[in-house]
């Protein structure tokens, strides 16, 4: 059977986590490990996770708060040797054959190159009633170009193989970064790495109130997050490609080279930016996603 170490970070989560981490341990005809990073509890998670440390069912470790994004790049740097890695969130449910299917997925290529497998989990409220998936996240931004707007790739459903994480693992993480799976998304695509879209991710990804990230199918709501995002954090996504561009370089094409330094120079450089605005190779399937990457660039917020 292949080896799979999970990589779960924790906040919180008391609520919904042992029925997520028993979701894990039984997936079928794959080798489990489970490696946590709680990200600074108050409540009684440590105390869950003890439980199942001291039956031999996994590993975790504690420290300071540094949000999702950063809890799990340390994670992804302390994990020891696999034939496999996943993300997990603290509160889904993984259905049984969910390594299984992403295995097989990307069993057809070779492990001497970045692999990864990611796409649309299974929306579901907080009781695990089915919910009206977006679609936005059937946008599987298979380039670098259309990553550059948003990587689009749902961490909890991500598996990748040793050669992607040794990658991530000595680059030196900037200070900003979109969110972890965006920032392991990019990497895949600069490195030709082959990138293996599933529109059916046999997870429920559960939404409700305490989620620390979620989905959202209001379009009122998911507009008013993209505005927010801008204001909260200005500019962290040229910020995130600056990052990308500075850590490989030297491992780009022309083309990623190229649309990374007008993103990168849009704010100093008026032609930089009027190039960035009329690019045609920077798009995604979805309209306002475009239009507010325009808005952005024009204000000088992306």
């Known amino acids: 059977m292949k080896e799979v170490l ?15 981490i028993d979701s ?19 409540d009684n998670t440590h105390a869950i996770l003890n439980k199942y440390q001291d039956a031999g069912k996994l590993k975790w470790y504690c420290g300071n708060n540094l949000g999702p994004a950063r809890s799990f790049i340390d994670l992804i740097k302390n994990a020891p040797d696999s034939e496999y890695y996943a993300f997990s969130d603290q509160d889904d449910i993984w259905l ?34 089915i919910l009206e998936t977006p679609k936005e996240l059937n946008d599987k931004m298979l380039t670098y170009a259309s990553s550059i707007i948003n990587s689009n790739a749902v961490g909890c459903t991500m598996l ?7 990658k991530v693992k000595k680059a030196n993480t900037p200070t900003t970064i979109q969110m972890h799976d965006a920032w392991i998304h990019k990497i895949c ?3 030709k790495g082959k990138l293996e879209f599933d529109d059916k991710v046999p997870i429920y990804y559960r939404q409700h109130v305490s989620n620390v990230i979620g989905v959202s199918n209001s379009k009122l709501k998911k507009f008013k997050n993209h505005i927010k995002s ?24 022309d083309e990623d080279r190229y649309l990374s330094e ?10 930089c930016k009027i190039k960035l605005l009329f690019c045609r190779k920077i798009k995604t399937t979805s309209v306002s996603r475009n239009i507010l990457f325009k808005c952005a660039v024009l204000f000088n917020i992306f």
């Open 262 to 271: 007008l993103v990168v120079n849009y704010k100093s450089n008026f032609w």
């Open 96 to 129: 049984d054959n969910k390594m299984k299917r992403a295995i097989d997925k990307l069993g057809k290529y070779s492990e001497n190159i970045p692999l990864l497998y990611y796409g649309v989990p299974i929306l579901v409220d907080s009781k695990l009633n």
């Open 189 to 191: 695509i600069i490195f």
């Open 6 to 20: 999970v990589l779960m970070s924790t906040y919180n989560g008391e609520k919904y986590l042992k029925e997520q």
């Open 24 to 42: 894990i341990l039984n997936q079928k005809e794959v080798k489990i490990s489970l490696l946590v990073r709680d990200d600074g509890s108050t």
């Open 230 to 253: 801008f204001k909260l954090k200005p500019c962290y996504r040229s910020k995130t490609i600056a990052g990308i561009y500075n850590c490989f370089y030297a491992d780009m094409d």
């Open 160 to 166: 990748f193989n040793k050669n992607l994480l040794e």
